[in-house]
C-alpha cells in the first residue's frame, strides 16, 4: 500500500515539473517597434487654421506565440511652458485601417507579421498667427506612445517616444 | 434549401437593451406569424450584460497554468478567458475536465475536456472576438437561450425564435430555439452566416415562412 501511494506521488511530482519545464520553456509573444525606421513626417493636409501630419512607425512579433494590441494611444510632451504658439495633438492607429474616431480596435498580432502604426499629428495655432507658423516655430517635441498588450501572461504596456525634430517639420512644409 | 433570410441592421446594442425590445424597434414590420427570429448569441450576451473586460479578472495560479496547455489560437490560451471559464463554470470542475481530456488525448480521444468543462468552455469569445466597442472584452454565451428564444417567440408573434451562433467557417451552433423549431434545421439554414461579420451590424435575420402550410 505504501508502495502505490509513493508511486503515485512520484507519478504527481513528475507530472508538476513536466508541467513547469513546459510553461517554462514556452515562447512568448515579442512585439519589438523599430524607433529608428520609423518614417519622416508626412504632410496630409495644410489649412491656415490646421496641419495634419503622419508618421509611421513600424513594428514586428519576433517571438512565437500570438500578441494583442488592445489598446494604443499618444501623448505628445509639448507644453505651454516651452512653446505656447501651437496644441499639438494626435491618435494613432493600423496602416490603412485608420478611423475617423478616437477609437483603437483591439488587434491579434500574428507570429512573424511586420506591418505599421500611423500617427497621425494635428497641429492648430494657439498664440501663432496661423498653422504653418505654429509648425515652424516649434521646438523638438517627444511623443509617448502608449501600447497596452497582453500575450497568454499578464497586461502589460510599452511607453515608446517618438521624438519630432523641428527639421523634419521644415522639411515637410518644403 | 430554399428559405428566404431578411437580415436586420440595428444599432450597437448594450447591456442596456432589452433583445425584444431591439428585435420589436428594428425589425418589426419585418416579422409574420409564420417566420423564426435568429439573433446571434454574442449579442444576447451583451444585452444580458455577460461580458467583462481582461482588466476586471483575477487570474488563480490554476487559471495560469492551465491555459498553457491550449493552442495559442484557441479562446481559452491565455489568463484571462481561463479565469473567465474558472468563473462561469467553477474551478473543480474545468480542472477534472483537463485531467480527463488530457487522459482522452493519451488514448486519442479529442473533445473531451469541451464536453465536461462546461457549455461556456465552447462559447467564451476572448477579447477581439466581437466588434467594437466590445471587442475589449471577453463575452461569454448567454444565459438561458431557450428562454430567450421564448421570449422573442412571444413579444414579436412570430412562429418561432432561435439564439445561434454562427461564423465564417461554415459552423452554425443553435443554443436555444422556441417550442416547435428545429434547431438541427435552423442550423442547416444559417450555415453561410447570414448575421455577417460584427460590423455589418445585423445581429438579427429572419427567417421568412419557416413554418409550411
Not at chain 2, 487559471?63 to 478567458?81: D, E, R
Request: proline share 5%.
Amino acid at each position: 500500500m505504501l508502495l502505490i501511494l509513493e508511486i503515485i506521488l512520484a507519478l504527481i511530482i513528475a507530472a508538476i515539473v513536466v508541467v513547469a519545464v513546459y510553461i517554462y520553456t514556452q515562447e512568448t509573444e515579442k512585439v519589438v517597434f523599430y524607433l529608428d525606421k520609423r518614417s519622416k513626417a508626412e504632410l496630409v493636409s495644410e489649412t491656415p487654421e490646421k496641419i495634419c501630419f503622419n508618421i509611421e512607425l513600424p513594428y514586428n512579433n519576433l517571438g512565437q506565440d500570438e500578441g494583442v494590441f488592445l489598446d494604443i494611444y499618444l501623448r505628445p510632451y509639448l507644453c505651454q511652458e516651452q512653446y505656447d504658439g501651437a496644441l499639438l495633438r494626435g491618435k494613432i492607429n493600423l496602416k490603412g485601417k485608420f478611423r475617423d474616431d478616437d477609437y483603437f480596435e483591439c488587434m491579434l498580432v500574428p507570429v512573424g507579421q511586420a506591418n505599421s502604426l500611423v500617427m497621425r499629428m494635428e497641429l492648430t495655432p494657439l498664440k501663432a498667427a496661423n498653422a504653418r507658423e505654429a509648425l515652424l516655430g516649434m521646438p523638438e517635441v517627444d511623443v509617448a506612445v502608449f501600447v497596452d498588450m497582453r500575450g497568454r501572461g499578464p497586461l502589460y504596456r510599452q511607453k515608446l517616444l517618438v521624438t519630432i525634430t523641428n527639421e523634419e517639420l521644415q522639411a515637410m512644409l518644403k | 434549401m430554399g428559405y428566404t433570410i431578411v437580415t436586420v441592421p440595428t444599432r450597437i446594442l448594450t447591456h442596456k437593451d432589452n433583445i425584444c425590445d431591439a428585435i420589436l424597434e428594428f425589425g418589426k414590420d419585418k416579422i409574420g406569424p409564420k417566420d423564426v427570429v435568429c439573433v446571434a448569441e454574442s449579442v444576447v450576451a451583451i444585452t444580458q450584460g455577460r461580458y467583462k473586460r481582461s482588466e476586471d479578472f483575477h487570474p488563480t495560479f490554476l487559471a495560469k497554468v492551465l491555459c498553457h496547455m491550449f493552442p495559442s489560437w484557441g479562446s481559452l490560451s491565455n489568463w484571462y478567458a481561463m479565469q473567465s471559464l474558472m468563473d462561469a463554470e467553477g474551478s473543480g470542475k474545468v480542472l477534472l475536465a483537463f485531467i480527463c481530456g488530457f487522459l482522452g488525448k493519451c488514448v486519442g480521444k479529442s473533445g473531451i475536456f469541451y464536453k465536461m468543462a462546461g457549455e461556456q468552455a465552447r462559447l467564451i469569445d476572448d477579447i477581439t472576438g466581437t466588434m467594437p466597442p466590445f471587442d475589449k472584452c471577453l463575452v461569454y454565451g448567454p444565459a438561458n437561450p431557450a428562454k430567450v428564444a421564448e421570449e422573442i417567440t412571444k413579444a414579436t408573434g412570430s412562429f418561432g425564435a432561435a439564439v445561434a451562433d454562427v461564423n465564417d467557417l461554415k459552423r452554425a451552433a443553435v443554443l436555444g430555439v422556441s417550442a416547435g423549431v428545429d434547431p438541427d434545421l435552423i442550423s442547416q439554414i444559417l450555415i453561410d452566416n447570414p448575421f455577417g461579420n460584427g460590423s455589418e451590424r445585423t445581429p438579427i435575420c429572419i427567417i421568412k415562412d419557416y413554418k409550411k402550410d
